[in-house]
């Protein structure tokens, strides 16, 4: 059972294409590490697997 899925999530700001058709599955009691270069998009993901900000196409799923 996966924890947070992430099904192909994308996020523009304005005409710029921040997170491209990312898939991405956390399951339970997994280490997740996040890391890239300066404006890769790391926090973007981790605001929109947060809930604070919102994803332009795809889904995330928690708990299911």
């Known amino acids: 059972m996966?924890?947070?899925k992430l099904k192909?999530?994308?996020k523009k700001i304005?005409?710029?294409t921040v997170i491209n058709n990312m898939n991405l599955e956390v399951h339970d009691k997994e280490l997740f590490?996040?890391?890239g270069p300066?404006?890769?998009?790391?926090s973007t993901v981790l605001r929109m697997i947060a809930g604070?900000?919102?994803a332009s196409?795809?889904?995330i799923l928690i708990d299911q």
């Open 38 to 42: 300066s404006g890769c998009g790391k």
């Open 57 to 59: 196409q795809g889904e």
């Open 8 to 10: 192909s999530i994308s």
């Open 2 to 4: 996966s924890r947070v």
């Open 14 to 16: 304005g005409a710029h």
């Open 52 to 54: 604070l900000d919102h």
């Open 33 to 35: 590490v996040v890391v």
